[in-house]
Nanobody
Framework: QVQLVESGGGSVQAGGSLRLSCAAS????????MGWFRQDPGKEREGVAK???????WYADSVKGRVTISKDSANNTLYLQMNSLKPEDTAMYYC??????????????WGQGTQVTVSS
């Protein structure tokens, strides 16, 4: 059974930083595409960043240059380092995993989310 557990969310002021973590279990982690998504109430879910099985990252234009996605295959953990946070980054952030495709659209497994709140 695949399980994804996010942590690291919180409340910060604009300009601050947060590092989100996603602990994965029940899957062959290194073969999966892993992604971070976010959703604010009343808005559509948005892809933030993804990283394929080879470690190639992709970022949404809205966060490019401010966030870094990385994965620790030895510990089955995915990270999202977020810097220069803006109030518009406020959302619930979700970790997701998919095999074998690495798109923005289709993910088989999702975590429960961690809340990020950025105040101005």
């Amino acid at each position: 059974q695949v399980q994804l557990v996010e942590s690291g969310g919180g409340s910060v002021q604009a300009g601050g930083s947060l590092r989100l973590s996603c602990a994965a279990s029940g899957l062959i982690y290194s073969g999966y595409c892993m992604g971070w998504f976010r959703q604010d109430p009343g808005k559509e879910r948005e892809g933030v960043a993804k990283i394929d099985r080879n470690g190639n990252p992709w970022y949404a234009d809205s966060v490019k240059g401010r966030v870094t996605i990385s994965k620790d295959s030895a510990n089955n953990t995915l990270y999202l380092q977020m810097n220069s946070l803006k109030p518009e980054d406020t959302a619930m952030y979700y970790c997701a995993a998919n095999y074998p495709w690495c798109t923005w659209l289709r993910y088989n497994h999702w975590g429960q989310g961690t809340q990020v709140t950025v105040s101005s």
